[in-house]
């Protein structure tokens, strides 16, 4: 319990002064990823948040209304920051190779461990809720789309657009990545697999001019 909390049965009520404070929902957010990265998504109930964050309830239903209102709160912050975090990186590169290896050292290396021990704990109640299901896709849409501009040396759309399946491509590695770090922490074998992407991606860049075809071609079951 935080030291200003208050007993959990005494959070059913608060002003709506108190519950409405626009400073309290960044605490309440702050104090569900603790609980989250301490206990895990089983101990994670509206009491239990409350008692960290020191705050009502009434609090938590003001700003979220539920506790899946706060989870897909929490994702898409949580999302938004490390995304930006890796945005910055990739653009203080030039682009190429090095700008592909800044994305991946700070998505899977540079977030803390505990951002995607967070997102991976509550996946399974995000999927299977069709509302919070839907806005993980768009926050994967989304992604898709920063990386795509960042793999463009240009920035320009038509480029992004052509650089769309490398981006899908380099959004599941990272995926991946970032699940081997948490299952086997002490392991590098993540930057072995992340070297050989980078490759594949600096060829492809290269030989941009052509890739369109031949990546049309094999998405629609063709060869060439």
């Keep these: 319990m935080s030291a200003t909390s208050v007993p959990a049965d005494d959070r059913l009520e608060a002003s709506g002064e108190d519950a409405g404070d626009q400073d309290t929902a960044p605490l309440i957010l702050a104090a569900a990823r603790r609980v989250l990265a301490r206990e895990g998504i089983g101990a994670l109930t509206i009491g239990s948040i409350a008692s960290e964050a020191g705050v009502y309830r009434a609090a938590i239903h003001y ?6 209102g706060l989870i897909a709160t929490l994702i898409e912050r949580s999302w938004e920051e490390a995304s930006r975090q890796s945005a910055i990186a990739a653009r203080s590169c030039p682009p190429g190779e090095v700008r592909v290896r800044s994305m991946v050292d700070e998505w899977v290396g540079g977030a803390s461990p505990d951002l995607h021990l967070m997102f ?77 992407v980078e490759l594949l991606l600096s060829d492809a860049l290269a030989g941009l001019p052509r890739q369109p075809a031949l990546i049309s071609d094999y998405a629609d079951g063709g060869s060439s």
Excluded: C
Excluded at 63 to 68: A, I
Excluded at 122 to 131: A, E, M, S, Y
Excluded at 157 to 179: H, I, Q
């Design 63 to 68: 700003h979220f209304g539920s506790k899946d």
């Design 120 to 196: 991976y704990d509550v996946l399974g109640r995000v999927l299977r809720d069709p509302k919070m299901r839907e806005q993980l896709q768009s926050n994967y849409e989304s992604w898709t789309d920063l990386l795509s501009e960042l793999l463009s040396p240009s920035g320009d759309e038509d480029t992004s657009a052509v650089l769309r399946p490398y981006a899908l491509m380099l959004r599941m590695f990272l995926d991946g990545a970032v699940l081997e770090r948490l299952i086997n922490p002490e392991s590098d074998d993540w930057k072995v697999a992340a070297g050989a």
